[in-house]
Antibody
Framework: QVQLQQWGAGLLKPSETLSLTCAVY????????WSWIRQPPGKGLEWIGE???????NYNPSLKSRVTISVDTSKNQFSLKMRSVTAADTAVYSC??????????????WGQGTLVTVSS | QSVLTQPPSASGTPGQRVTISCSGS????????VNWYQQLPGTAPKLLIY???QRPSGVTDRFSGSKSGTSASLAISGLQSEDETDYYC???????????FGGGTKLTVL
């Protein structure tokens, strides 16, 4: 049984840094890619970026300058940091597992999601 | 706006067949497999179709997918009230070197 459990601050002020961590339980951590995806209230899904067990990353070009995704294989965890947040970054942030069963991979497991609100 | 284009809404009556389109470009749908997700309110998306037309174990065969050129479609046959929710297409984009989604389609069962 694979579970992704995430945590982090849910209320930030503009210009602060968003920080979330996702712990993976079950399955092989080293076989998959690990991703962060966000969804603004009432809107669609936006891919933030992803990382593999060796630390190789891909980022959404529109967010790349502000985002860092890191991995801690000793704990089967990966983390997201997004700097200089604004109200436009208000969204539900979810961690997810990327299963490379097809080219480009599919998202087959999700964390529970964290609503991050940016407000002064 | 989203890289992949979906109609914002679709509708059908119980028992009807409905299709949802997803339009992209040569750098995403045109060259990579398309996946479809179903998102019930307040929950994480669920993988519905992968690699254009493959159903994960446990997904009913009422859902099917297809792709032609730079467009893809999700078909739902025998429409049921429980199908009333949001659907998203997704693919890898070679130009962006990243994962792209459609804006989502809200399906209403009349």
């Amino acid at each position: 049984q694979v579970q992704l459990q995430q945590w982090g601050a849910g209320l930030l002020k503009p210009s602060e840094t968003l920080s979330l961590t996702c712990a993976v339980y079950g399955g092989s951590f080293s076989v998959y890619y690990w991703s962060w995806i966000r969804q603004p209230p009432g809107k669609g899904l936006e891919w933030i970026g992803e990382i593999n067990h060796s630390g190789s990353t891909n980022y959404n070009p529109s967010l790349k300058s502000r985002v860092t995704i890191s991995v801690d294989t000793s704990k089967n965890q990966f983390s997201l940091k997004m700097r200089s947040v604004t109200a436009a970054d208000t969204a539900v942030y979810s961690c997810a597992r990327i299963n490379m069963i097809t080219f480009g991979g599919v998202i087959d497991y999700w964390g529970q999601g964290t609503l991050v609100t940016v407000s002064s | 706006q989203s890289v992949l284009t979906q109609p914002p809404s679709a509708s059908g009556t119980p028992g009807q067949r409905v299709t949802i389109s997803c339009s992209g470009s040569s750098s995403n749908i045109g060259s990579n497999p398309v996946n479809w997700y179903q998102q019930l309110p307040g929950t994480a998306p669920k993988l519905l179709i992968y690699s254009n037309n493959q159903r994960p174990s446990g997904v009913t065969d009422r859902f099917s997918g297809s792709k032609s050129g730079t467009s893809a479609s999700l078909a739902i046959s025998g429409l049921q009230s429980e199908d009333e929710t949001d659907y998203y297409c997704a693919a890898w984009d070679d130009s962006l070197n990243g994962r792209v989604f459609g804006g989502g389609t809200k399906l209403t069962v009349l």
